[in-house]
């Protein structure tokens, strides 16, 4: 195999392959000031183990947050699937884009 091929496939560390998605998202966290923030942001792609996020606020890397997915009030029905509507998230990666902000961030515990 080329030594190109081979740094290619070093350079990828996804266990978990992701779905791209445009999903509405609520970013929960703390600031720089110990003060509670709500931002709204989008969902880009998801997977077991994270989602890309963007956002228009900063947020610093290694930030712990809280990603709730907003839904319409489901009544408990056994016959429907268990779904996640809030995950917890630790901050890994920021890359500024015109006025925005792609966040990458990996899940406390994977999503299985």
């Known amino acids: ?3 190109c091929a081979v740094n ?3 350079k990828e560390q996804r266990r978990w392959q ?3 998605v445009s999903i509405p998202v609520f970013l929960k966290g703390l600031d720089g000031n110990g003060k509670d923030y ?3 942001a989008t969902a880009l792609n998801i997977g077991a183990g994270g989602v890309l ?3 228009s ?3 610093p890397l290694q930030s712990h947050v809280s990603i ?3 839904t319409s009030p489901v009544p408990p029905v056994s016959a429907l699937p268990a779904s996640v509507r809030m995950l917890q998230a630790t901050l890994i990666r920021v890359t500024p884009l015109q006025g925005y902000y792609l966040l990458g961030l990996q899940f406390i515990s994977p999503v299985l």
């Open 1 to 3: 195999m080329p030594d």
């Open 8 to 10: 290619a496939v070093q």
């Open 18 to 20: 992701r779905l791209p």
């Open 38 to 40: 709500l931002q709204f």
């Open 53 to 55: 996020v963007a956002s």
């Open 57 to 59: 606020r900063f947020i």
């Open 68 to 70: 709730e997915i907003p």
